[in-house]
C-alpha cells in the first residue's frame, strides 16, 4: 500500500526510535506530523525529513502527558492536516533502575504518564476521526519488557505490559471498522533510553550495550513502516524483535 501523501503522526519524534520512523516515512513520500518535547531536535529532525522526500511536515511541541494539550493539539490542527491517516504511539521513556521497595515515587509518575496515559491521552483524541473516516492505522511501541519482567524494571515493565493490553484491547473496539492496530514490541535498541533512564550517567548507560550488537532505531523504523505498507485487508497484530545475542527482556549472549 502506497504510503504517498499519507498524513503520519509521530509522538515522540526528536530522537531515537521516533525520528528514524519519521525519516522513515519521509523516504516513502508521507506528510509528518511530528511531536515532541524537544522543539530544537524535533526542527532538526523535520528539516532532515523534508529532505528524505516529506512533501511536508508540521511539528508540535507536546507533551503527552498533559491531557488538555493533548486534545487542544489535536483540535487545533489546521484542516490540510486533521485527517490523521497513521498514529504511531512512539512517546516513552524508562526512568530508574531499582529494586521495587526502594524505587523514586516521581520516577513511576514519569513512566505511568508518558507510556501509559500518555499513550491513552493521544489515541482518545486521534482515533475518533479514524472510525468516523473509514480509514486509519494506529501502531503503537511496545517492548520485550511487556512479555517478561526483569529484576529492578517493574514499574516500566507494567507499563509496556498495559501497552500490550490497549493494544489488544483497541484492536477488539475497532473490529467492524477499516481501522488497523499493530503493537510493534522490540527488544535492546541502541538509542538515549538507559541514558534517559540513569538520569545522563553515560558509563553507566554505556555498560547496557556492552558486548551485544543491538538493534538500531532504523530496525525498528523499517518494521513499522513494513506493517503501515501492509495491503488494507491485513492487519499486523504484535512483532516481536530483538537483536540476535537477545533472547528476551532476561536473557543476552555478550561478547568478551
Not at 511536508?56 to 486534545?71: C, G, K, N, P
Not at 489546521?78 to 529494586?99: F, M
Not at 473490529?175 to 510493534?184: A, D, I, M, Y
Amino acid at each position: 500500500m502506497s504510503l504517498k501523501g499519507k498524513i503520519v503522526f509521530v509522538t515522540g519524534a526528536s530522537a531515537g526510535i521516533g525520528a528514524a520512523t519519521a525519516l522513515a516515512f519521509a523516504d516513502q513520500g508521507a506528510k509528518l506530523l511530528l511531536a515532541a518535547r524537544r522543539a530544537g531536535r524535533l526542527a532538526e529532525v523535520a528539516s532532515k525529513a523534508k529532505e528524505r522526500g516529506a512533501p511536508a511536515v508540521h511539528s508540535i511541541d507536546l507533551d503527552v502527558r498533559d491531557r488538555r494539550a493533548v486534545q487542544n493539539a489535536i483540535d487545533s490542527l489546521p484542516a490540510e492536516w486533521a485527517e490523521i491517516d497513521i498514529l504511531v504511539n512512539n512517546a516513552g521513556l524508562s526512568r530508574g533502575l531499582d529494586k521495587l521497595y526502594m524505587g523514586k515515587i516521581e520516577d513511576w509518575e514519569e513512566m505511568i504518564d508518558t507510556n501509559v496515559k500518555g499513550l491513552l491521552y493521544v489515541t482518545r483524541a486521534v482515533v475518533p476521526g479514524m472510525v468516523v473516516r473509514s480509514r486509519g492505522h494506529v501502531i503503537n511501541l511496545g517492548s520485550t519488557a511487556g512479555e517478561l519482567t526483569y529484576p529492578n524494571g517493574a514499574v516500566y515493565c507494567a507499563s509496556k505490559a498495559a501497552e500490550r493490553s490497549i493494544n489488544d484491547g483497541l484492536r477488539q473496539d475497532v473490529l467492524g471498522t477499516p481501522v488497523r492496530v499493530t503493537s510493534v514490541d522490540p527488544g535492546m535498541v541502541e538509542t538515549d533510553f538507559s541514558l534517559v533512564r540513569f538520569h545522563g550517567d553515560t558509563e553507566r548507560a554505556s555498560k547496557v550495550y556492552k558486548g551485544v550488537k543491538a538493534l538500531r532505531p532504523e530496525d525498528v523504523a523499517d518494521v513499522i513502516v513494513w506493517a503501515a505498507m501492509r495491503p488494507a485487508h491485513v492487519n499486523i497484530a504484535r512483532v516481536l524483535m530483538t537483536p540476535v545475542q537477545q533472547a528476551n527482556s532476561l536473557l543476552f549472549h555478550r561478547d568478551e
